[in-house]
């Protein structure tokens, strides 16, 4: 007996923002594995078996994922947004490149979903017109010098930056420390949107600036965009150009 493993994103929150082929593959399944929070969002059906975890120990669960599958189930490991971005899809193949041999030879595919970043964005308009980049700032699995590294070259080539993680209860410091960095390199007057369960029926945008955001106003499902050079406000509304200025036809 094969059994299969779907990494699937189940986007920002809001149902209708879950792909199709996410949902059937969730149809599908024997067994769901995930955090316990994203597994609340599926609907189970009958008979399908659920195995809830922490939101840590993201390689535990990716190898729960793998055994479940290596014995013949139809597993499907649930992740929000897009499974890609900051979730379980690289965990499992980090967890395949360290684990069994036979692990390699499985059915598994990646369900993608739509990322916090793009829901968030689409809350205020068209904020990653531009070229954008995306930095977590979790450090529980990186150096915050490799993220203030980051951070700093990302302003330095003038990107829209979207902050994912920027809080926990645990992490209350890193955002204020982003700011700084980023102060240092940009003019206050740049840009900066909260973006509070986008893509959900709560969500919150708060649009201000480099020069007056307040960090402790973030937590865990907050996603951070800070403008480039060119992300402007007309009305309501927040975006960035495609093309730099003198440049438009
Ligand atoms: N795989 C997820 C990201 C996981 S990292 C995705 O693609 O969206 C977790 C971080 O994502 C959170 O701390 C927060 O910064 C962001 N996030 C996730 N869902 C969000 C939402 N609905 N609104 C705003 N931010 C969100």
């Known amino acids: 007996m094969t059994?299969?493993?779907?990494?699937?994103?189940?986007?920002?929150?809001?149902?209708?923002?879950?792909?199709?082929?996410?949902?059937m593959a969730l149809a599908k399944a024997t067994d769901l594995v995930g955090y316990g929070l994203?597994?609340?969002?599926?609907a189970v059906r009958h008979g399908q078996c659920r195995h809830a975890s922490g939101n840590r120990a993201e390689l535990e669960?990716?190898?729960?994922?793998?055994?479940?599958?290596a014995s013949?189930?139809?597993?499907?490991?649930?992740?929000?947004?897009?499974?890609?971005?900051?979730a379980m899809a690289a965990a499992v193949f980090e967890a395949v490149e360290t684990g069994e041999p036979a692990w390699r030879s499985l059915d598994i595919r990646v369900e993608p979903g739509v990322t916090a970043m793009l829901a968030a964005a689409a809350e205020v308009g068209a904020p990653l017109g531009g070229d954008f980049c995306a930095i977590s700032l979790s450090d529980n699995l990186k150096a915050w010098a490799t993220i203030e590294r980051r951070l700093q070259a990302a302003a330095e080539a003038d990107f829209v930056i979207a902050l994912y993680n920027p809080a926990s209860s645990a992490r209350r410091r890193q955002?204020?420390?982003?700011?700084?960095?980023?102060?240092?390199?940009?003019?206050?007057?740049?840009p900066v949107l909260f973006v509070r369960a986008a893509g959900t029926s709560e969500a919150k945008v708060t649009a201000t600036t480099l020069a007056n955001a307040d960090a402790s106003t973030a937590d865990m499902r907050?996603?951070?965009?800070?403008?480039?050079?060119?992300?402007?406000?007309?009305?309501?509304?927040?975006y960035t150009p495609r093309g730099e200025q003198g440049m438009s036809s």
């Open 61 to 69: 669960r990716a190898r729960l994922a793998l055994a479940l599958a």
């Open 175 to 190: 955002l204020a420390q982003a700011f700084d960095i980023l102060r240092a390199a940009k003019t206050g007057a740049t």
């Open 72 to 86: 013949g189930r139809d597993v499907v490991l649930v992740s929000g947004g897009d499974p890609g971005v900051f």
């Open 38 to 42: 994203y597994l609340d969002r599926v």
């Open 3 to 23: 059994g299969s493993l779907v990494v699937v994103g189940t986007g920002p929150g809001k149902p209708e923002l879950m792909t199709p082929a996410a949902r």
């Open 222 to 238: 907050t996603l951070i965009i800070v403008g480039a050079s060119t992300t402007r406000r007309i009305g309501r509304w927040i």
